[in-house]
Antibody
Framework: EVQLVESGGGLIKPGGSLRLSCAAS????????MNWVRQAPGKGLEWVGL??????????DYAAPVKGRFTVSRDDSSSTVYLQMNSLKTEDTAVYYC??????????WGQGTMVTVSS | QSALTQPPSASGSPGQSVTISCTGT?????????VSWYQQHPGKAPKLMIS???KRPSGVPDRFSGSKSGNTASLTVSGLQAEDEADYYC?????????FGTGTKVTVL
């Protein structure tokens, strides 16, 4: 059974940093392209960023609103993907989902972790 | 990258069909066959319903079908059931990034 378990969310002041983790199991993590998708309260889904598998180059891509502030990384030895978030803004407040991607579709989703940026 | 355009709401009676549109541009929906659809019930994580425009993952009822013409993709839910009441989002690959639709709330009358 595929499982994605996010952690690390919480309340943080504007300008602060936070690192989210996502522990994966039940599939070949090292071959997976892993993404982060967020959803602000009462709003729609927004793609945040991805990291490709090492066999695909291990490169990352980011949405414009987070580029330069957020970094996605991975540790294949522990099947974990991370989202380092710096210079946080109030508009970054959202539930953050860790998602496995296959052929351009977001296959499996974690339960999400809430990040609240507020003074 | 702008969000794909979906109608805010759609509705139908049990047993009827409802179709949701998802309009983008030639840089996303029209340029790639990587359009997918997601169902989200309140307080839950989204669930993949359609991938690569028309493919249904294992376990998704065949009442759900997808199509695309030009820059517009569509999701049709036939034989509406009470449990189909949810928010639906489309998504498309857009060349090194992804874009989601604005979301459609489907109500079963």
């Amino acid at each position: 059974e595929v499982q994605l378990v996010e952690s690390g969310g919480g309340l943080i002041k504007p300008g602060g940093s936070l690192r989210l983790s996502c522990a994966a199991s039940g599939f070949s993590f090292s071959n997976a392209w892993m993404n982060w998708v967020r959803q602000a309260p009462g709003k729609g889904l927004e793609w945040v960023g991805l990291i490709k598998s090492k066999t695909s180059g291990g490169t990352t891509d980011y949405a414009a609103p987070v580029k330069g502030r957020f970094t996605v990384s991975r540790d294949d030895s522990s099947s974990t993907v991370y989202l380092q978030m710096n210079s946080l803004k109030t508009e970054d407040t959202a539930v953050y989902y860790c998602v496995n991607e296959e052929q351009g579709a977001f296959d499996f989703w974690g339960q999400g972790t809430m990040v609240t940026v507020s003074s | 990258q702008s969000a794909l355009t979906q109608p805010p709401s759609a509705s139908g009676s049990p047993g009827q069909s409802v179709t949701i549109s998802c309009t983008g541009t030639s840089s996303d929906v029209g340029g790639y066959n990587y359009v997918s659809w997601y169902q989200q019930h309140p307080g839950k994580a989204p669930k993949l319903m359609i991938s690569e425009v028309t493919k249904r993952p294992s376990g998704v009822p065949d009442r759900f079908s997808g199509s695309k013409s030009g820059n517009t993709a569509s999701l049709t839910v036939s034989g509406l059931q009470a449990e189909d009441e949810a928010d639906y989002y489309c998504s498309s690959y857009a060349g090194n990034n992804y874009v989601f639709g604005t979301g459609t709330k489907v109500t079963v009358l």
